[in-house]
């Protein structure tokens, strides 16, 4: 069983940061993309930062210049989001995705971590 479990979330002010953190962790064979997503009220889940198996990034628009996805070297399957200069907007609930393989005869498949949530207010 693949388990995706994150940590970081809290409450911070506007223009504060937050690191996030995701490891993935249990039967794994094989890891492709990495992802971070978030879903606020009443609002879709949308894509945040993802990043390829060689640390190829890509950002949604709203966060390009303030969030970084990086994969750790050692272990490739831990991923954090810094997010720095929070706006109230960026509040949500952070997920971390993985497409991963779990055994060398099936195939990649989505998982999704419990979530944790992010609160910026003052």
């Known amino acids: 069983q693949v388990q995706l479990v994150e940590s970081g979330g809290g409450l911070v002010e506007p223009g504060g940061s937050l690191r996030l953190s995701c490891a993935a962790s249990g039967s794994i064979f094989s890891i492709n993309t990495m992802g971070w997503y978030r879903q606020a009220p009443g609002k879709q889940r949308e894509l945040v930062a993802r990043?390829?198996?060689?640390?190829?990034?890509?950002y949604a628009d709203s966060v390009k210049g303030r969030f970084t996805m990086s994969r750790d070297n050692n272990a490739k399957s831990t991923v954090s989001l810094q997010m720095n200069s929070l706006k109230p907007e960026d509040t949500a609930v952070y997920y971390c995705n993985g497409n991963i393989r779990a055994h060398w005869y099936t195939i990649f498949q989505d998982y999704w971590g419990q979530g944790t949530q992010v609160t910026v207010s003052s």
């Open positions: 990043i390829s198996t060689d640390g190829i990034t890509n």
